[in-house]
């Protein structure tokens, strides 16, 4: 299973943080204790003041090519498990995400 789906308006993305890492990257998809799967990501930056959504959106921009306008946090601002929408045509960002994640 993805942790990601196209939805109206483009793509949902489900994925568990780890802040105050050693590097920022991709630890790969696992499960959360549902069954559901999780992008797992890490980042350096805290998790004070918002500073790891911040870099989180900014992390997914760069690695996507999308403007850090079109990342939006739907739930979990303050937890490390987050819903994230992606905005735009839904079959490119699935597109994107296959590659970035050798899916």
């Known amino acids: 299973m993805k942790p990601y789906a196209a939805v109206e308006s483009g793509v ?44 989180l959106i900014a992390f997914l921009a760069k690695s996507l090519s999308l403007r850090k306008a079109d990342i939006s946090i739907r739930s979990g601002e303050t937890s490390r498990i987050k819903i994230l929408h992606l905005a735009g045509d839904s079959t490119t960002l699935l597109q994107k995400l296959d590659a970035w994640l050798g899916s």
């Open 12 to 55: 949902r993305l489900a994925l568990r943080l780890t802040p105050r890492a050693a590097k920022n990257g991709v630890d790969g998809i696992v499960q959360d204790a549902d069954g559901r799967p999780l992008l797992k990501l890490r980042l350096v930056a805290p998790p004070v003041e918002s500073a790891a959504n911040q870099a």
